[in-house]
């Protein structure tokens, strides 16, 4: 078939062309015919992800408000008052909250996708529920947990059973609110890796848990050597996108606190700085540092585990 | 891949017996079992009621009346499973009809243009060898790199500049306009389509659109399905676009005619507790629904 199509063609088209009139497209007709079709997205991608990487990066280097007409340059001022202030570079720290948090996510996510991925009973309804939150709006989560965490909410009623009588203000005391904050954040997202590695488990070929169980392996050699190696990847990719995860957190500390009480963020602050405080030139330096390391990140992920992620896609 | 499929064939009557002699061990062999089944079925039922309670919690809330809430505990059952007062209250104080409209407008129009261009992109790169091909692709995929929330600062200023600001249309040309997974969807979807369809339906004197619109587009649908599954879900969830360039009141969102519950409804946790719920129950539906189509979907989406 395929063989045949290419001689057949050139000559059918040939003889078809003067038939069908004048207004048949010539060579160079073909030659646009692509550009045709990506005109419209290409200027969507260039006008909203290029066009405004180069106004942040030059803005950055400015002091604009924002509606001044006139960008005064500041030359590297910006940059370095984000290192400088302390103010401004504290917020990067409140990131390893919810980076550990993302580590525990990971743990539980690959606990319950291995324990999942043996025979179970209800297997689809653990899978379903366990999943769920990742599904839901992340306003809704917010003030789910706003009311699962206030004093005498859902939390403290479930610890005063255990016979807890005097539990902490979960978000309104300093040192503890953090915490409420990233455990929010496992619960909203622990479902996505947990069932994106059971997809990834069950996609090992069955036959080598056979060979396994005839060399006579534990449950935790099957594990070790063939669930983990199996799904080296995904695990991979995941952690590299919780890190970039966590160093860009803004829904759930902005619906919940609002960034009061120290649990403000690294983007709470770019925002903050860019629309309350008019700050454009700063706030653009700020996006800046953040898109860089998520670049380096993403540059070390690309080194780390190189692309046979593909068949993964 | 004939080679393999001999590898597979040949040994059969040992793979026989070894999956009989694997299965009688597995049923002989529950000695690791009961302690390890029970902290296993127990771990589970502890995560899943972690993953439950918030929610269940919220709807025992709105169901009490305000005195009923005050008086009882959070873990307490409401008296009445037919009072939906305050569900009345979130969505017509709340003004939730209206961000329900919205929403609306905004995901069709969102989702049908996404589809085009995405399916358009997708057929030119795929279907046509160009020059500059290769920097289209390094271009889309450069963007993938680029986290939205980064750029916000600076995208503000180009939808202003437009006059899109405070409109719905900022929400839609930014939905449409940033959504790469759409596009290596179909691109994923679109190599499996054989050259040939295209080749057969040139010689039949098609043109190159024709071609996308009768014989491609249509074959694309169940690349479209998972489109529309995964970028329906992350619009009906989305807070910060519309947050950012929607502020007017009547032009409110789902997510932002929610976050405003915060300020009026104060303590009044009841009728956010309905508010709340009225949101979360057209996503519980859609998964009962879905359920198969959202788990493919959002592994291809989620590994870019």
Known sequence: ???????????????????????????????????????????????????PVANMVWYSFTSWDGIDPVKEPVGLDNYVSIFTDPSIFSVFLVSAYYLVGALVQLALALYFATILSFRTRLRNLFKGVLFFPYLLNGVAIGLAFLYFFRPDGTLDALLAMFGVTDPPQWLGDRSIANYSLAATSVWRYMGLNFVL??????????ELYEAADLDGATSWQKFRFIILPGIRQIVGLSLILAVSGALSVFEIPFVMTGGANGTSTFVIETIDTAFTYSKVGLASAMAVVLLLIVLVITWIQRKAFPEDKGDLA | ??????????????????????????????????????????????????????????????????????????????????NVE????????????????????????????????????????????????????????????????????????IINTLGLFNTRWAAIALFMGTDIIAIYIFLQFMKSIPRSLDEAAMIDGANRFTIYARIIFPLLRPAIATVVIVKGIAIYNE????????????????????????????????????????IIVPTLIAFLLLQRHIYNGLTSGAVK
């Not at chain 2, 302690?35 to 709105?62: D, E, M, N, R, W």
């Not at chain 2, 889309?140 to 600062?153: D, I, N």
């Not at chain 2, 409110?252 to 009026?264: C, D, E, H, M, Q």
């Open chain 1, 1 to 51: 078939m395929s063989v045949m199509n290419p001689t057949r063609a050139p000559g059918r088209a040939r003889s078809a062309a003067p038939a069908a009139g004048a207004g048949r497209p010539t060579r160079r007709g073909w030659r646009a015919t692509p550009w045709l079709f990506l005109l419209v997205p290409l200027g969507l991608l260039v006008l909203f992800t290029f066009v």
């Open chain 1, 197 to 206: 590695f059971l997809g990834a488990i069950q996609s090992i070929p069955g």
């Open chain 2, 1 to 82: 891949m004939s080679t393999t499929d001999l590898g597979r064939v040949t040994p059969t009557a040992t793979d026989r017996a070894r999956l009989g002699l694997a299965r009688l061990r597995r049923s002989a062999g529950p000695v690791t079992g009961t302690i390890g089944t029970v902290l296993k079925y127990a771990s589970i039922l502890v995560a899943c009621a972690c993953a439950v309670i918030p929610l269940v919690t919220l709807v025992f809330a709105a169901f009490k009346d305000a005195k009923e809430y005050n008086s009882t505990g959070p873990l307490d059952l409401p008296q009445d499973w037919t």
């Open chain 2, 86 to 157: 305050n569900f009345a209250t979130a969505f017509t104080q709340g003004r939730m009809l209206e961000g329900f409209i919205n929403t609306s407008i905004i995901l069709v129009v969102a989702l049908l243009g996404t589809i085009i261009i995405g399916t358009m992109t997708a057929y030119a790169v795929d279907r046509f060898d160009f020059r500059g091909r290769k920097v289209v692709m390094g271009g889309f995929l450069l963007a993938t790199l680029v986290p939205a929330v980064t750029t916000q600062v600076a995208t503000f200023q």
């Open chain 2, 239 to 278: 807070f910060y676009i519309p947050f950012l360039y929607m502020p007017a009141r009547d032009l409110g969102v789902i997510s932002t005619a929610l976050f405003r519950f915060k300020g009026p409804f104060g303590s009044q946790w009841e009728v956010i507790a309905a508010g709340t719920l009225l």
